[in-house]
C-alpha cells in the first residue's frame, strides 16, 4: 500500500518541478507523502523513446515504487499501467 500512495504521490507532484536552464532533465526535491524524495527525468534522446528516472528516497521502510507516464490531458482509459521501478 505504500507504494502505491507514494507512486500516486509522485505524480501528483510532477507538476511542481522544475528544469534546469539548458537542460532537457527534470529535477524535483519535495515529499511524496511522508516520504521524503529526489527525482531526475532524463527524457529520451530520440522520440518515440525510453525516458530514464532516478528516484531517491531516504525512508528504507519503502517497498517499492513504480512509475506512470501520463500525457497532462489524458483521460484515465488512455493511460499505461504503471511500471514497477528496479534498483
Not at 509522485?10 to 527534470?26: D, F, I, K, Y
Not at 523513446?49 to 512509475?67: C, K
Request: charged share 15%; with cysteine.
Amino acid at each position: 500500500m505504500k507504494s502505491l500512495a507514494l507512486a500516486l504521490a509522485t505524480l501528483c507532484l510532477a507538476g511542481a518541478a522544475r528544469a534546469h536552464e539548458g537542460s532537457p532533465n527534470v529535477f524535483f526535491e519535495g515529499r511524496a507523502g511522508a516520504h521524503p524524495l529526489r527525482i531526475v527525468i532524463r527524457p529520451p534522446q530520440t522520440f518515440p523513446g525510453l525516458a530514464q528516472a532516478d528516484i531517491r528516497i531516504a525512508d528504507s521502510d519503502v517497498t517499492g515504487v513504480s512509475v506512470q507516464a501520463q500525457f497532462l490531458d489524458a483521460g484515465a482509459d488512455t493511460v499505461p499501467p504503471p511500471t514497477p521501478a528496479t534498483r
